[in-house]
Nanobody
């Protein structure tokens, strides 16, 4: 199987920055699209940013200009650099990845366990 492990969340003041990291581990797999979602209490999970294996990016309107998604294909890792954080960015952030398992020739979407980001005003 493939596991995604996020890190880098925490408490930051409004206007501050955070960098989230998500690393995939396992054996005999490859990853296509990767992305970051977030879920605030009482809200549905929403897309923050996504990136294809070739580096094409997509951002939610609410974070455009304040967030940069990037990836290192050799390390099976995706990053989310966030700037100018606002209290409304407070949420649990989840990474996901579209995985292809060579051992079983199957594709599935993997999710990380989530990392809390809290922005104080």
């Amino acid at each position: 199987q493939v596991q995604l492990v996020e890190s880098g969340g925490g408490l930051v003041q409004a206007g501050g920055s955070l960098r989230l990291t998500c690393a995939a581990s396992g054996s005999r797999f490859s990853i296509d699209d990767m992305g970051w979602y977030r879920q605030a209490p009482g809200n549905q999970r929403e897309l923050v940013a996504a990136i294809t294996r070739g580096g094409t990016t997509n951002y939610a309107e609410s974070v455009k200009g304040r967030v940069t998604i990037s990836r290192d294909n050799a390390k099976n890792t995706v990053y989310l650099q966030m700037y100018g954080l606002k209290p409304e960015d407070t949420a649990v952030y989840y990474c996901n990845a579209d995985v292809f398992l060579r051992s079983t020739l199957t594709r599935f979407r993997a999710w990380g366990q989530g990392t809390q980001v809290t922005v104080s005003s």
